[in-house]
């Protein structure tokens, strides 16, 4: 199932990974969303949308944590960008093409966010910015973020 969330107010939103298994522990309070069956998953959500998507304000800073026991990965769709928008990758790639190499030839440790461990980013330039896990992107693990003026 895929939700929406909507934070009001702040300028932090913080975005959690949960891979399905026990792991480090990351309070709840430290994240907003969470990777449930390779799926992001708001933990405040709103039916109809078509992948989980969390509205925020241009100047928030998106932070994603690992609950997990499983490495992920935060990979922007570089066609996914609204224009004039700095591209974003743990492991800070400049492009979706060389984030996916250094995954798959595990160069620089593959842009992973390993259990108990964050990836934070700002965002400045409002539109919609798509992005995804690459490890488990073919069992859906995509999401969205809307970033209002």
Known sequence: MHRRAFLAGGTTLSVGVL????GPSVSKSDYDIG???????PQEPVEGEDMATHQLTAGD???W??????????????SGLPEGASYFASGGFDTEPDARRAWQDNVE?????????TYEVTLTVPGEYYYFCIPHEGAGM????????
Request: net charge positive; charged share 10%; aromatic share 4%.
């Open 19 to 22: 891979a399905g298994c026990i």
């Open 61 to 63: 800073t998106v932070t």
């Open 109 to 117: 440790g593959g842009g992973n966010i390993s259990p108990g461990a």
């Open 65 to 78: 944590a690992n609950t997990g026991s499983r490495n992920h990965t935060v990979t922007a769709y570089g």
């Open 35 to 41: 990777m449930v069956s390779n799926g992001f998953v």
């Open 142 to 149: 995509r999401g969205k973020l809307v970033v209002d003026d």
